[in-house]
């Protein structure tokens, strides 16, 4: 239990740092706060995710930094992929594309991103973690228990909130009927504007969010048979 408690207190400060990291790019290249991420709350599980897998996959053999760096690019690159795929199944929508990008695999991933998911998992195994769990390691075992139900609990309600916020989202966009993805795509974003702070939250973290069309084009052809004439 207290082990489960550690991984938990583990994965909420990652997330919390991965928003800390994911808000500051956005500040500086925006010069504006940008809650970024979906849920509602001051995190972005995709990063304590990616580094719990870093944990668990690499361990404590760190030695070697160049293996480091090259399987966090693969445990967080595969992570984002199936990301990107999971919720553009389940929303109908994708949420980034680096279709724009050099180097990158159907717009999900990209080697430029891909080089600082190394870099920071790198630096976080090799030098961030072992000062996390030095931490972790003052609380004692009640309080560490405590903390990670707390930290729980706040997460799942995160999630209930915004997967309601989300299927809202996903019903909107089915119900935009229509062939022009664009058309879709601007009603769509009128109507997250012009609700909720909840829904706004959405378009500003995700402003160049794709609605997935997949209407089928039938093409109706006609077979004229020559008639036959009688020849004399």
Same mark, same amino acid.
Request: proline share 3%; glycine share 6%; charged share 20%.
């Given at each position: 239990?207290?082990?489960?408690?550690?991984?938990?207190?583990?994965?909420?400060?990652?997330?919390?740092?991965?928003?800390?990291? @994911?808000?500051?790019?956005?500040?500086?290249?925006?010069?504006?706060?940008?809650?970024?991420?979906?849920?509602?709350?001051?995190?972005?599980p995709i990063y304590g995710f990616?580094?719990?897998?870093?944990?668990?996959?690499?361990? /404590?053999?760190?030695?070697?930094?160049?293996?480091?760096?090259? =399987?966090?690019?693969?445990?967080?690159?595969?992570? @984002?992929?199936? !990301? /990107?795929?999971?919720?553009?199944?389940?929303?109908?929508?994708?949420?980034?594309?680096?279709?724009?990008?050099?180097?990158? *695999?159907?717009?999900?991933?990209?080697?430029?991103?891909?080089?600082?998911?190394?870099?920071?998992?790198?630096?976080?195994?090799?030098?961030?973690?072992?000062?996390?769990?030095?931490?972790?390691k003052l609380l004692s075992s009640?309080? !560490?228990?405590? *903390? %990670?139900?707390?930290?729980?609990?706040?997460?799942? *309600?995160?999630?209930?909130? /915004?997967? =309601?916020?989300? /299927?809202? &989202?996903? !019903?909107?966009?089915?119900? @935009?009927?229509?062939?022009?993805?664009? %058309?879709?795509?601007?009603?769509?974003?009128?109507?997250?504007?012009?609700?909720?702070?909840?829904?706004?939250?959405?378009?500003?973290?995700?402003?160049?969010?794709? &609605?997935?069309?997949?209407?089928?084009?039938?093409?109706?052809?006609?077979?004229?048979?020559?008639?036959?004439?009688?020849?004399?």
């Amino acid at each position: 239990m207290n082990l489960l408690a550690r991984y938990i207190i583990y994965f909420m400060v990652y997330s919390f740092i991965g928003w800390l990291i @994911e808000v500051s790019l956005v500040f500086i290249g925006e010069k504006k706060f940008v809650n970024r991420g979906f849920l509602l709350g001051p995190i972005c599980p995709i990063y304590g995710f990616g580094f719990i897998f870093i944990i668990l996959t690499i361990g /404590s053999n760190t030695k070697d930094l160049l293996a480091v760096f090259l =399987k966090s690019i693969l445990i967080c690159s595969t992570l @984002e992929y199936f !990301t /990107s795929l999971v919720m553009e199944k389940i929303f109908k929508a994708r949420w980034w594309d680096y279709s724009d990008k050099k180097f990158n *695999i159907n717009g999900r991933i990209c080697l430029e991103y891909m080089l600082p998911f190394g870099i920071l998992g790198t630096i976080g195994l090799c030098y961030i973690h072992p000062f996390i769990i030095s931490l972790v390691k003052l609380l004692s075992s009640k309080l !560490t228990i405590i *903390i %990670a139900i707390i930290l729980f609990v706040l997460f799942l *309600i995160d999630n209930i909130i /915004s997967f =309601k916020v989300m /299927s809202k &989202i996903k !019903t909107q966009i089915k119900k @935009e009927k229509g062939d022009n993805t664009v %058309a879709v795509k601007n009603k769509v974003t009128d109507w997250l504007k012009n609700n909720t702070i909840w829904y706004r939250h959405i378009i500003n973290a995700f402003p160049k969010f794709e &609605i997935i069309s997949k209407v089928k084009k039938i093409t109706e052809v006609i077979k004229v048979k020559p008639k036959n004439k009688d020849v004399k």
